[in-house]
């Protein structure tokens, strides 16, 4: 499967995003799907997953509250509502996804496919 992210972009502290990650070639209801980021000389951090319903949602405690993931399977997206963002949100957004119909691993290494990123600079 291939995985396009979009929706990326400089924001204020405050703002508002909402990335979109769209699979093509494969059976997008198979996967279970989550959001990773990584920020320049750091590792790939957990953000978000979502099973293959899209009824069942985890997130990084830094982002409770403040991020929404979530899919519609008609489409083959999934999103990413980012909300009240900060200047430590700065960093490459991923999406991810595993051949799992439970709730995806927080561990990036545990996901089958990736897209190839969206920048997210937040900014003043």
């Known amino acids: 499967v291939q995985l396009a992210e979009s929706g990326g972009g400089l924001v204020q502290p405050g703002g508002s995003l909402r990335l979109s990650c769209t699979a093509s070639?494969?059976?997008?209801?198979?996967?279970?799907m989550g959001w990773f980021r990584q920020a320049p000389g750091k590792g790939r951090e957990f953000v978000a997953t979502?099973?293959?319903?899209?009824?069942?949602?985890k997130y990084a405690d830094s982002v409770k509250g403040r991020f929404t993931i979530s899919r519609d399977n008609a489409k083959n997206t999934v999103y990413l509502q980012m909300n009240s963002l900060k200047p430590e949100d700065t960093a490459t957004y991923f999406c991810?996804?595993?051949?799992?119909?439970?709730?995806?691993?927080?561990?990036?290494?545990?996901?089958?496919?990736w897209g190839q990123g969206t920048q997210v600079t937040v900014s003043a």
């Open positions: 991810a996804a595993e051949v799992f119909y439970g709730l995806g691993p927080t561990a990036a290494p545990q996901y089958d496919y």
């Open positions: 979502i099973n293959w319903t899209g009824d069942t949602t």
């Open positions: 070639g494969g059976s997008f209801k198979d996967y279970a």
